[in-house]
T-cell receptor
């Protein structure tokens, strides 16, 4: 069966520090991968998605970037964190052409101080 | 552009009763998909139910059913026989037809509290 792993679960980082959040999927190949952010008490906002290795689409301009170095690995990064980057970050995958629903990871709660 | 509106910030229901969570949507795409996800306090997003815009019948999944009224652009979630474990945040979401089901536009969510 397919599983998605996301880490770390919580992170407290100072303003101006770098960020790297990792997401990996097991049990499937060539998934579509997504990064979402959820502000406190709000809905999810799509940040990035990827349909293949090295292919990244950005949905909103921001201080973050994403990379997909391997088929089942998706990384969210920042060179210098801002206070406004605080939030709950969720990685998701779905099977692409199979038209299946998206499955989400456990999320990372990031607090920038 | 697509938009989801969930007008109920919070809802309360007695255990074993049914509850309806409202969702209205706006889209210019003739083909689209509607989803409901549950987010417990742990934070993970759990898929509940899907309705395609061309589906003739309302979707059902166990205790969950989707009351799809296309002309009114509404896709309300009905939970029958509520359980204490149903207490969570619920999100309605939409994706354009022909688009991957992971490219979702979410509403603001409704917090459901089930009382014993």
């Amino acid at each position: 069966s397919q599983t998605i792993h996301q880490w770390p679960a919580t992170l407290v980082q100072p303003v101006g520090s770098p960020l790297s959040l990792e997401c990996t999927v097991e049990g499937t190949s060539n998934p579509n991968l997504y990064w979402y952010r959820q502000a406190a008490g709000r809905g999810l906002q799509l940040l990035f998605y990827s349909v293949g290795i090295g292919q990244i689409s950005s949905e909103v301009p921001q201080n973050l970037s994403a990379s997909r170095p391997q088929d089942r690995q998706f990384i969210l990064s920042s060179k210098k964190l801002l206070l406004s980057d605080s939030g709950f970050y969720l990685c998701a995958w779905e099977g692409g052409s199979m038209n299946t629903e998206a499955f989400f990871g456990q999320g990372t709660r990031l607090t920038v101080v | 552009a697509q938009k989801i509106t969930q007008t109920q910030p919070g809802m309360f229901v007695q255990e074993k009763e049914a509850v309806t969570l409202d969702c209205t949507y706006d889209t210019s795409d003739p083909s689209y998909g509607l989803f409901w996800y549950k987010q417990p306090s742990s934070g993970e997003m759990i898929f509940l139910i899907y309705q395609g815009s061309y589906d003739q019948q309302n979707a059902t999944e166990g205790r969950y059913s989707l009351n799809f009224q296309k002309a009114r652009k509404s896709a309300n979630l009905v939970i029958s026989a509520s359980q204490l474990g149903d207490s969570a945040m619920y999100f309605c979401a939409i994706t354009a037809g022909g688009t991957s089901y992971g490219k979702l536009t979410f509403g603001q969510g409704t917090i459901l509290t089930v009382h014993p």
